[in-house]
């Protein structure tokens, strides 16, 4: 078994663990402490992301959008995103603007119109 897959059979790379980093022996061990508890949540985080975005149908919403409405901090939801992106459970549609005014990738559980790159 990898470092990156813990003993249940998730895996980074598949979106179904934490990721973790870290430049010393103790930020790392840090880092994967705390990875390893947030992939013990992800199953009940990663349903709730997704039935928050369901309520924007096809045009999505940016992570803060859904942060807000989730009473969330935007870098809990965030990371959630990209791994919902690896399952397939979430689409890329877009860019928008977010609340500082760069543009933010939109998030959708419906996928783009076939041929159609977001």
Known sequence: MSKAENENGN????GTAAGS?????TAKANSEAAASEVTQTLPRRHRQVVEA??????AGAIPEEVANDL???VH???PRCGELR????????GKRPGRMGCDVTAF???????????
Not at 21 to 25: A, I, M, Q, R, S
Not at 53 to 58: E, H
Request: proline share 12%; aromatic share 10%.
């Open 86 to 93: 690896t399952r397939k459970l979430l689409y890329e549609v």
């Open 53 to 58: 975005f369901a309520t924007y149908g096809a």
């Open 21 to 25: 980093k870290g430049n010393t022996p």
């Open 71 to 73: 009473d969330l901090p």
């Open 76 to 78: 809990v939801v965030r």
């Open 11 to 14: 895996h980074y790379g598949r």
């Open 108 to 118: 959708s559980i419906v996928p783009p119109p076939e041929g159609e790159v977001a």
